[in-house]
């Protein structure tokens, strides 16, 4: 199942939504107190195995049975309960002609050490309910040119190795990825901008090329007919319908002029300014203006003659996709996989 959370592109506008609404409430939880917190463990305790095995003994009134209830031998176990005594400086279990019983200390002990054993249990299967909860569950945050027409497919894919998966998608723009993966509110990320953010790891899945689009009626459509490219100089110049300003589409198209053109270039400010690839797409069909967007957003209306794909010399119009996570923490789980089906 794939629930999608389409916010706002601000970096920090709807930052409350979808991905915080769905961790648990034990996120929530304070922090322990230094100041309460029970001392360490005394390396003169036994271990757990010994003191469920000193219980054994007392419920079933033999080493031997208690041997083969644990998989051990009797010499095995004798030599444990001689460790736990000479541990603890007390003697745990009395041997006769008729069985094992256990001392009064050893009493004690195996009473005492019935809650660190339940309270053992109850650790190792929180632990490991709260491990599946994590592999039945997967946060994506994703640019929208990767949302709208990449994870799609991967995420088809995902469903079929994984068909248990709850998967949520935010689709929201690469500087708020970056945000929602830093604090986290999404496991993965997939980012289309320049850079690599602070504190994040990176993985190029894909390149994705840039296309510069305009209506069929534009001047710049009949310059293209004629095999007339735009150059970089004429392309900054020009007022673009262009994404919001947090936006990696325009991100990776100003990089791309200040590589050509040097690091102070001025760009025109847009003719239009909208939030999401088909708000621009739809604005240049209707004569807006220019765009420069992924080939992956304008491929069908170029082969459907809806808009025009002009030449750009002197410009590598060329971006990477990249997955992102946590600096030092892998993805695992359906995040791991998800990543691998993206870079296939």
Avoid: Y
Wanted: net charge positive; no cysteine; charged share 20%.
């Amino acid at each position: 199942m794939v629930t999608q959370d389409r916010q706002p592109p601000s970096g920090t506008a709807g930052a409350s939504g979808g991905a915080d609404d769905a961790r648990p409430d034990r996120d929530d939880a304070p922090a322990p107190d230094p100041t309460t917190l029970p001392p360490a463990p005394s390396p003169r305790l036994p271990d757990l195995d010994s003191l469920h095995l000193l219980l054994r003994i007392a419920a079933t009134g033999s080493l031997g049975r208690a041997a083969a209830a644990h998989g051990l031998g009797q010499p095995a176990v004798s030599a444990r309960v001689r460790a736990m005594e000479r541990l603890l400086g007390v003697p745990l279990v009395a041997r006769g002609r008729r069985g094992s019983t256990l001392t009064p200390a050893g009493a004690l002990v195996a009473e005492w050490a019935q809650p660190l054993l339940a309270a053992a249990a109850h650790l190792e299967t929180s632990v490991a309910a709260l491990r599946e909860e994590g592999e039945g569950r997967l946060r994506v945050a994703a640019s929208l040119t990767v949302a709208e027409h990449l994870l799609p497919g991967w995420l088809v894919r995902l469903a079929a190795d994984r068909p248990g998966t709850a998967v949520t998608l935010a689709a929201v723009n690469s500087t708020e990825v970056a945000r929602r993966v830093l604090a986290g509110e999404a496991d993965l990320g997939f980012v289309e901008g320049p850079g690599t953010p602070d504190g994040l790891e990176a993985r190029t899945v894909r390149t994705d090329h840039l296309v510069l689009v305009v209506p069929p009626g534009h001047a710049w459509a009949r310059r293209a007919r004629r095999g007339r490219p735009v150059d970089a100089a004429e392309l900054a110049a020009t007022r673009l319908v262009q994404r919001e300003p947090t936006s990696g589409t325009r991100a990776a198209l100003a990089g791309a002029l200040a590589a050509a053109l040097g690091p102070g270039t001025a760009q025109a400010p847009p003719v239009l300014e909208l939030s999401t690839s088909t708000g621009v797409r739809s604005a240049v069909e209707a004569g807006a203006g220019p765009a420069v967007l992924s080939e992956l957003a304008v491929g069908d209306d170029v082969a459907a003659g809806r808009l025009v794909a002009v030449p750009v010399e002197g410009v590598a119009l060329e971006r990477r996709l990249r997955a992102v996570w946590p600096s030092g923490r892998r993805p695992r789980g359906p995040a791991q996989d998800l990543l691998a089906i993206a870079r296939r």
